[in-house]
């Protein structure tokens, strides 16, 4: 009886020892994991520019969708890159952006026109 406690007296003292993990876990998810929701592409016609707000109103699909325009953001014309200030209502665009909670975010924004 006593040998038998001397045993598991042992297996429980060493237990934290044998469950511990050398490797550290993880102390954040992947990017797509933590956006919930894969990148998306939308062709259509700026309606509205508010610069102040960082924000790009788009009507396309029969649907109008509002994107915000981070400092992340890559805006062209052909070769040449532009700013928020720069875009117009009526030209076309093709914006490839993330769906989140706080909104749809342009990565990119190429005017067609």
């Not at 994991?33 to 699909?61: A, F, T």
């Not at 325009?69 to 914006?95: F, M």
């Amino acid at each position: 009886m006593k040998a038998l406690f001397l045993v598991a007296a042992a297996v429980l003292a060493a237990a934290p020892v044998c469950f511990a993990s050398n490797t550290a876990p993880a102390k954040t998810a992947a990017r797509s994991e933590i956006r919930g929701w894969p990148p998306e592409d939308l062709s259509g016609r700026i309606d509205q520019v508010d610069v102040s707000q960082h924000l790009l109103i788009v009507s396309g699909d029969g649907t109008t969708f509002d994107f915000v325009v981070t400092p992340r953001t890559k805006i062209r014309q052909g070769s040449a890159h532009l700013s928020l200030g720069d875009l117009s209502a009526h030209k076309n665009v093709k914006i490839h952006f993330l769906p989140e909670r706080r909104g749809d975010v342009a990565e990119s924004i190429e005017v067609l026109n």
